[in-house]
Every structure is written in C-alpha cells, then in structure tokens.
Nanobody
C-alpha cells in the first residue's frame, strides 16, 4: 500500500506557473500508474493527467494539453505536475492518485486505488 502527500499548491495570477509534487511512501511509484485529478467547488472530480509506471507514456485531459506536464522522479519517489499558462478555470483542489493496474492509463477516478489529501490551486484573473 502506498501513501501519497501532495504539495506545491497556492495562489497565482493568470498566465503564471506552479509545480505540484506528490511524494509517495510505503511502495515505489514504479508499481503504479499515477494520475492527477482536480475538483472545483460544486463540480465533480475530473481527470487532469496520468503517467505509466515506466514514465514513457502520458495522457492528458484536452483542457490542459500543451500547458501541463506530468513526470516522475524515481529516486525521490515523487510525481510532479508542472502547470504553465494557468487560467482561472484551473482553480481547484488537485489530487494525486495511484492505480494498481499498470497496463493502462485511465481517466476514471473510480479506477484509482489510493489518493492523497489534495492541495489547493487558485488562479486569479
């Protein structure tokens, strides 16, 4: 079982950048497909990005493609989400998640097995 802790959220102006970190403990991130999701007030949790266990395949929501990058650092057992050209619509709590099925990259939150507590990202206009 893996424990996930997100950090790096904050307040940023539109057009700015943030890098979120998801530090894993208890098991290596190479044992999972790793994903980022977000949830804005009054909305359902939505998929942002995913990366496979070996780090050579990624999958992005259309709304963030070209602006966000997901990556992994095995030495630090950490997953990152680099967010550039941020927009007010990106404001949400961002969650890191781990999926024990390493065969596919999935965008359905119900398929992920472990979750962090979330980190708030607020983008002002």
């Amino acid at each position: 079982q893996v424990r996930l802790v997100e950090s790096g959220g904050g307040l940023v102006q539109a057009g700015g950048s943030l890098r979120l970190s998801c530090a894993a403990s208890g098991r290596s991130i190479s044992s999972y497909t790793m994903g980022w999701f977000r949830q804005a007030p009054g909305k359902e949790r939505e998929f942002v990005a995913a990366i496979n266990w070996s780090g050579d395949r990624t999958f992005y929501a259309d709304s963030v493609k070209g602006r966000f990058t997901i990556s992994m650092d095995y030495a630090k057992n950490t997953v990152y989400l680099q967010m550039n050209s941020l927009k007010p619509m990106d404001t949400a709590i961002y969650y890191c998640a781990a999926d024990e099925d390493i065969a596919t990259l999935r965008d359905n939150s119900h398929e992920y097995d472990y979750w962090g507590q979330g980190t708030q990202v607020t983008v002002s206009s």
